[in-house]
């Protein structure tokens, strides 16, 4: 990995495990399509849920997260696994097609969701631009938050084994 002048983003005021998770509804991109969605709707299609929070989806951060995730076969290993990103509907079905990710990702543009789990971050102090912190959470039917882990550095990336651990993917 190239070197990266790493940010300390200071402490995250996130939703923790025990907590409940807001239920949203945005677009839910495919790399084929994409609809309106809540989250409460996926969850309970799907059942246990793990929310995958990236900063914009062009950003290295985003396609190394999900270049991990795809190679350690997370879509295969869990009941369900969506993202979420600051970014149109339109540039997630775009990253998803040109990656061959199996994931489907809510398309969040004016991060309201990040600020609603409390991950959200002012982006190079630009105003009115925000993003997510790159972030996992497990969350149960109910959207009880059972695992909650949140960077606090950028570029910081998830501590893949640990979950994998704690999310009951091994």
């Known amino acids: 990995m190239p070197d990266f002048e790493v940010t300390d983003l ?4 996130h939703l923790e495990a025990g907590e409940e998770g807001p239920d949203f509804t945005r677009p839910l991109v495919t790399d084929e399509f994409w609809e309106d969605r809540s989250l409460s709707d996926v969850v309970a299609d799907e059942g246990r849920t793990i929310l995958v929070c990236t900063p914009m ?3 290295f951060v985003a396609k190394y997260i999900y270049d991990e995730l795809d190679k350690r076969s997370w ?4 009941d369900r696994i969506v993202g979420l990103t600051a970014a149109t509907p339109y540039a ?3 990253f998803l097609d040109e990656n061959e ?3 489907a990702i809510f398309a969040d543009p004016a991060n309201d969701v990040a600020e609603s789990l409390g991950i959200a971050h002012d982006l190079d102090g630009m105003t009115g631009i925000s ?3 790159a972030a996992v959470f497990g969350l149960e039917p109910d959207l009880t938050i059972d695992s909650a882990w949140v960077s606090t550095e950028w ?3 998830p501590p893949y084994d640990d979950l994998e651990s704690e999310l009951g993917l091994e």
């Open 92 to 94: 997630v079905s775009s």
């Open 131 to 133: 993003e997510p912190r």
């Open 101 to 103: 990710h199996p994931f």
């Open 75 to 78: 879509f295969d290993r869990a």
């Open 155 to 157: 570029p910081e990336f």
């Open 10 to 13: 200071g402490p995250a005021d």
């Open 57 to 59: 989806i062009g950003s």
